[in-house]
């Protein structure tokens, strides 16, 4: 959401942003750092961090399939210099073509990049509501990553969505050896969130529908959230790479402290609600956060979604 | 309606974006609060407020189209002495003046919460004008942005679908001779104007809450003249103090001209 990129100050300096500060030829692509979680399976983890310049806007966890005809990226990065970044790792694993750019939904760690692999030809996949949310937010997401990344974000440009998902309409891409299958899911993290389920190595790749390590966002809906995970724990899956946290984590234990937070943030609002506690009373004292990083602006923001959501049932 | 006339309105707001306020008003550089008060109160000495009411806004808001402000009165609702209105503003919003609250003696307190957009840090005003015409203002300096354009959160279908739903959040215990507080939600998608519409890309008009009349007993307890400055489905709390139940009529009407009317009874059971 807006609020994700905006009226943030970056406080940490982790160990990606030193890495990049201090390459001293910026403006070159550096190959990303890649974790190989299965064979063909690659991940980039993102800084637990807000948008600084020294991140680039690369906060989220990236992800590779390598088939034997064909590569396939889900998520593009939170910069175009990012992107070029993931794109030379790839090149130095593989130089099968790069077939599919996946993404998983609409925010800007996840998708400031991916004009750099529509210039490779990339077909570009999302939710059949990926591209109305792109075109509203993309112009306001592109101005406060300016202000947050600086240059790194030179380059990003609204793509055309090629293939799109629909709701309880899975497609599939054939990468030769392994067959992706994508599934669009109702509103929950937010309004166009799309999984990948890597069938050759029985992997969930989740985008943003699950967090670990860093706090969940509510942009979408939070008992719209809560009902997707019910049907995403059921996914037969081995293991899941979340949008943010480790590069991969076993199915479906993942789920279990997300499920946490947001079961006892509905909880708690509600009988917030029910005994006539304004909001902003409750944002004055608002319920624990748990041990969530990032928790101080993000908890109040998610405290003020569900308030509205829930003060309507 | 003490309304400003809406091509004036619309002036006066775009003059605060461009340089050439400075020039319309030239007494030095006039601040925004100046222009306001010219504009909404005349030559009328506007006194400091502290003790007569209180201004509860965040300093930083965590959801600039959802900020909730609460005004406290410090002084009783009495038909002799009263707080006839409240007027809601927010100086660097492109509609400053986000609502009036017109209250009447019975609601046994003046005050009033409600949930705005801002658009950038700006102050927030609340001015209180008791029955003798005197006003009384107290401020809070807000930080947020954005607020007025973000986008819509829910699509238009699902906005409309709702349209002039209201809900009404009444106390555990509705004590007669007290003042009560109540809080009113009517499901509005309040588009700002300055919001673009996710499929056509164009600009959605604006299309806001203009009045909503609240009776007790069919007569007036609290009127408010609402604009575009009110978040997506506006909140109203208000006070009421009864001297026993009675019927809790809201009346409320949208630039658009449609009409919303939804009756409670209250106090029957206690």
Same mark, same amino acid.
């Not at chain 1, 593009?76 to 070029?84: D, N, V």
């Not at chain 2, 319309?24 to 925004?32: D, G, L, N, R, W």
């Given at each position: ?14 160990? @990606? ?5 201090? =390459?001293?030829?910026?403006? #070159? !692509? &550096?190959?990303?750092? +890649? *974790? ?93 509501? @990926? ?5 509203? =937010?993309?112009?306001?997401? #592109? !101005? &406060?990553?300016?202000? +947050? *990344? ?111 937070? +947001? ?51 | ?270």
């Amino acid at each position: 959401m807006l609020g994700m990129v905006a009226d943030r100050r970056g406080l940490l300096t982790g160990s @990606l942003a030193l890495l990049v500060a201090g =390459r001293p030829w910026a403006g #070159r !692509a &550096a190959p990303l750092p +890649l *974790v190989e979680v299965e064979p063909g399976l690659l991940v980039h983890v993102g800084a637990h961090e807000d948008f600084t310049p020294g991140n680039r806007g690369g906060i989220a966890n990236l992800a590779v399939l390598i088939g034997e005809e064909a590569v396939a990226v889900i998520d593009a990065g939170g910069s175009p210099a990012q992107g070029r970044d993931l794109l030379a790792a790839i090149r130095t694993r593989t130089d099968r073509p790069l077939r599919h750019l996946i993404l998983t939904h609409h925010h800007p760690d996840h998708v400031m990049g991916a004009s750099v692999f529509r210039e490779t030809g990339a077909r570009i996949w999302g939710h059949v509501r @990926l591209e109305a949310a792109l075109r509203d =937010r993309f112009s306001t997401y #592109r !101005a &406060a990553m300016e202000r +947050l *990344v600086g240059p790194s974000i030179d380059g990003a440009d609204p793509v055309p969505i090629d293939e799109v998902v629909s709701i309880g309409a899975a497609r599939h891409i054939d990468l030769g050896d392994r067959v992706l299958e994508l599934s669009a899911w109702p509103t929950a993290h937010t309004d166009c969130d799309l999984t990948v389920m890597d069938g050759l190595t029985g992997t969930l790749i989740a985008g943003d529908l699950v967090f670990m390590e860093r706090i969940p966002v509510i942009d979408g809906s939070l008992l719209g959230w809560l009902r997707v995970m019910e049907d995403l724990a059921r996914i037969p899956a081995r293991r899941v790479v979340p949008g943010h946290g480790p590069a991969s984590a076993a199915w479906p234990d993942a789920l279990v402290p997300q499920r946490r937070y +947001l079961e006892s943030l509905a909880v708690a609002l509600r009988r917030s609600i029910a005994r006539g506690r304004s909001l902003s009373a409750l944002l004055a004292d608002p319920p624990p956060a748990g041990d969530w990083l990032l928790s101080s602006d993000n908890h109040p923001r998610n405290i003020t979604a569900a308030y509205k959501e829930l003060e309507w049932e | 309606m003490n309304r400003l006339p809406f091509a004036r309105r619309r002036l006066f707001a775009a003059a605060f974006g461009l340089p050439t306020a400075i020039l319309v008003f030239p007494a030095f550089a006039q601040s925004q609060w100046d222009v306001l008060r010219e504009v909404l109160f005349a030559n009328r000495p506007v006194l400091d407020g502290a003790g007569v009411i209180e201004l509860d806004a965040p300093s930083r808001a965590h959801d600039a189209a959802l900020v909730e402000v609460a005004v406290r009165a410090l002084v009783p609702q009495t038909p002799e002495r009263y707080v006839r209105a409240i007027h809601l503003l927010i100086d660097r919003n492109p509609a400053p003046r986000a609502a009036v609250f017109k209250l009447s003696p019975a609601t046994g307190s003046a005050s009033i919460t409600t949930r705005i957009r801002v658009n950038e840090y700006t102050p927030v005003r609340a001015v209180a004008e008791t029955n003798d015409g005197a006003l009384f203002m107290v401020e809070r300096f807000v930080k947020a942005s954005g607020g007025c354009s973000a986008p819509a959160s829910k699509d238009k279908e699902a906005a409309y679908a709702r349209l002039g739903r209201m809900k009404l959040l009444e106390p555990d215990r509705f004590v007669a001779g007290e003042p009560n507080e109540l809080r009113l939600l009517i499901s509005h998608p309040q588009y700002s104007g300055m919001q673009i519409d996710q499929l056509t890309r164009n600009w959605i008009p604006a299309d806001h809450l203009e009045t909503v009349r609240i009776l007790w007993n069919g007569e007036p307890l609290v009127e408010i003249e609402a604009d575009i400055s009110l978040s997506e489905d506006p909140l109203i709390g208000f006070h009421l103090k009864p001297e026993g139940p009675g019927e809790l009529r809201v009346e409320a009407a949208d630039i658009k001209g449609r009409n919303f009317v939804q009756s409670w009874q209250l106090g029957a059971g206690s």
